[in-house]
């Protein structure tokens, strides 16, 4: 009897394996195979300038911007060993979801399930938010991985306080700090939590505490001035025109194209609620408890959850409450590395309560089939995108020398962009205005519009005497679309 039990158990494991191995694999394979692909945006397009640079003139730049280096070392590196390519200058984003993914399925597996480690590849593959940037050319994954090694970290610092754990710890607040201001903030609101739980209810830990957080703070001092630097810059004039609502920056914590936000959301707070509710209860609430969840949590794994759920709300609110006394400085796409906070907390609760690892993997399915299309629509929609940025520049490339200057509107474009496409060309922005009609760009000139609009700029071109001698009519630059002329000058 009991051996045809081990039988099954053992057939059980080896089969769970299988599932979730195979299907890991399926999306790092999927995710592979997009690094390959040309079509960047603007942003990607201020990436992929800065990688051009030596490291002090990167820093340099950096410090002139909003967001801090270390993203931008990385790509430096892989362009510098690979050569510019899409591959490398994508490859960073790629290489952290793919140890995200391998964080899943050993130490989140180990830790609660494998039901938690398949829904945790699922909501880090098909959300809105994680099917862009797996591949993009941002920082935004990277600094997920930094929260998520931080916070798993926590855990164990506050279980064990063991020197491996502190070293980990430090080490993802600081890279975490070095890839985006916002990061930044998760971890520092994490890190003021650990130092009160640990003067408050662990002594034992207080030592191991400041030290790391001295060491943490004392890594990031090179940068501080330059951080204060760039918010007295941009806290006057700076791109973002409106402050987001704080249940924005909760959607997005969930954010897909299946309106699932708000379910997911409830589901992580009632889930939450549920083992507190365990930890707490007495008596009669005790009783009915047992019956709805397996494990009563330990004390340091409830504190550990209000510190994830306060780094996460804190994040939002110093956010928008720094847009509300100075200027808009937050947009909803800068929590999406804490959302990682919020997905580990899920997947904890679920472990806690009974049937939690089934319901863990009808989320997961619900999830994979709802955006799988939304994902496969990006998928070939970023496709579409890198061909017809390819035939275009082919025929620019084709019809024209390369110290042909190109007119170009911000619209569609920009000056970085624009250099890692047509390279060699000079670039004077055109946006439709009487100032620009009278630029002399020479004998020849490439005009890149939107297709609504700069219609004085080439109406000004056509009266000085040039005319159209190739047109591209509603092609795509990048992932924009776009009207191309070549103009000869023939009075």
């Known amino acids: 009897m009991d ?11 080896i089969t769970e394996n299988i599932v979730l191995y195979v299907y890991s694999l399926i999306w790092v394979i999927f995710n592979c195979s997009r690094l390959s692909n040309d079509s960047f945006w603007e942003d990607e397009g201020f990436t992929i300038w800065l990688s051009r640079m030596s490291i002090p003139d990167m820093l340099h730049a950096t410090g002139e911007d909003v967001h801090p280096p270390l993203y931008y070392i990385f790509v430096k590196f892989f362009v510098t060993v690979f050569g510019e390519s899409p591959l490398a200058l994508r490859i960073t984003s790629f290489m952290a979801y793919t140890a995200i993914v391998i964080i899943a399925l050993t130490i989140i597996r180990k830790l609660w399930s494998a039901g938690g480690a398949i829904l945790m590849i699922t909501l880090l593959s098909v959300l809105h938010n994680a099917s862009v940037f797996v591949t993009e050319a941002r920082m935004y994954e990277l600094a997920m991985l930094f929260i998520l090694c931080a916070y798993l970290s926590l855990l164990h610092i506050m279980k064990d306080a063991g020197t491996v754990h502190f070293i980990i710890y430090g080490l993802s607040v600081a890279g975490a700090a070095y890839t985006h201001y916002y990061a930044l903030v998760t971890v520092a609101i994490m890190s003021g939590l650990l130092f009160i739980y640990a003067l408050a209810l662990n002594r ?4 191991g505490v400041l030290i790391t957080e001295a060491l943490a703070v004392l890594s990031y001092s090179p940068w501080l001035i330059v951080l204060y630097r760039t918010f007295r810059n941009y806290k006057d004039d700076y791109w973002i025109q409106t402050i987001p609502s704080f249940g924005k920056c909760m959607r997005e914590l969930y954010r897909s194209n299946i309106r699932l936000e708000w379910t997911m959301l409830i589901i992580t707070v009632l889930a939450m609620t549920l ?9 009669r609430v005790a009783t009915v408890m047992e019956k709805v969840t397996e494990t009563e949590p330990e ?3 409830v504190y550990w959850l209000y510190m994830g759920v306060l780094s996460v709300v804190g994040t939002a609110v110093a956010g928008i409450t720094v847009s509300l006394i ?39 399915l619900i999830l994979f089939l709802g955006c799988i299309r939304s994902v496969m629509f990006r998928v070939d929609t970023e ?13 620019i490339t084709d019809s024209t020398d390369a110290s042909v200057p190109v007119m170009y509107s911000s619209e569609v474009t920009t000056e970085k962009l624009l250099g890692y496409y047509l390279p060699g060309h000079p670039a004077i922005m055109c946006d439709d205005s009487e100032e620009n009609k009278t630029d002399d760009p020479g004998d020849e000139v490439i005009v890149i519009s939107s297709p609504s609009g700069d219609a004085a700029v080439i109406d000004g071109l056509e009266g000085r005497g040039y005319e159209t001698i190739l047109m ?6 990048g992932q924009t679309n776009a ?9």
């Open 3 to 13: 051996s045809t039990k081990d039988v099954k158990n053992r057939i059980a494991g």
């Open 204 to 207: 034992n830990l207080i030592k």
């Open 275 to 283: 083992v507190l509710v365990a930890y707490y209860g007495k008596g």
């Open 299 to 301: 004390s340091c794994d």
């Open 326 to 364: 100075f200027r808009p400085l937050f947009y909803e796409r800068y929590m999406y590395p804490a959302a990682v906070i919020a997905w580990v907390i899920l997947i904890y609760c679920l472990r806690r309560i009974r049937f939690g690892q089934i319901a863990a993997y009808v989320m997961a």
């Open 383 to 395: 496709n579409e995108w890198a061909k017809a940025t390819g035939e275009t520049i082919g025929s």
């Open 472 to 477: 591209i009519q509603d092609t795509v630059i």
């Open 483 to 491: 009207d191309v002329r070549i103009m000869r000058y023939v009075d």
